[in-house]
């Protein structure tokens, strides 16, 4: 078993940044891909970021050059550096975590593509951290 915890939300005004932290513990050594998912009101559930077999990383369109995902795997720890806020990105922020290369190949597709997600897709999630973007 896998526990993320995430954390770094807050509220920002547009144009500013913030970074978003997922904290794993337990059985870390079995996962082969992590990824940022963002659930705004009302809306699904959608791909933001994702590192795959620690080297791999994918970007949905909207955040390119904005946002920059990281892993220190000394700490368990996988990062969001989110620059360049707008009000648009205003959401709660999901860690998520898979151990098989299927699943982690359709973390990068779902990410890439801009599709939505839902919790049953991966095997480990978070339980989310808010970011609020204010124009």
């Known amino acids: 078993q896998v526990q993320l915890v995430e954390s770094g939300g807050g509220s920002v005004q547009a144009g500013g940044s913030l970074n978003l932290s997922c904290t794993a513990s337990g059985s870390t050594s079995s996962t082969y891909c992590m990824g940022w998912f963002r659930q705004a009101p009302g809306k699904e559930r959608e791909g933001v970021a994702s590192?795959?077999?620690?080297?791999?990383?994918s970007y949905e369109d909207s955040v390119k050059g904005r946002f920059t995902i990281s892993q220190d795997s000394a700490k368990n720890t996988l990062y969001l550096r989110m620059n360049s806020l707008k009000p648009e990105d205003t959401a709660t922020y999901y860690c998520?975590?898979?151990?098989?290369?299927?699943?982690?190949?359709?973390?990068?597709?779902?990410?890439?593509?801009?599709?939505?997600?839902?919790?049953?897709?991966?095997?480990?999630w978070g339980q989310g951290t808010p970011v609020t973007v204010s124009s």
């Open positions: 998520a975590a898979d151990t098989t290369l299927p699943k982690c190949i359709t973390m990068q597709t779902t990410v890439v593509v801009g599709a939505s997600a839902s919790a049953s897709d991966y095997m480990y």
């Open positions: 590192i795959v077999g620690g080297g791999t990383i």
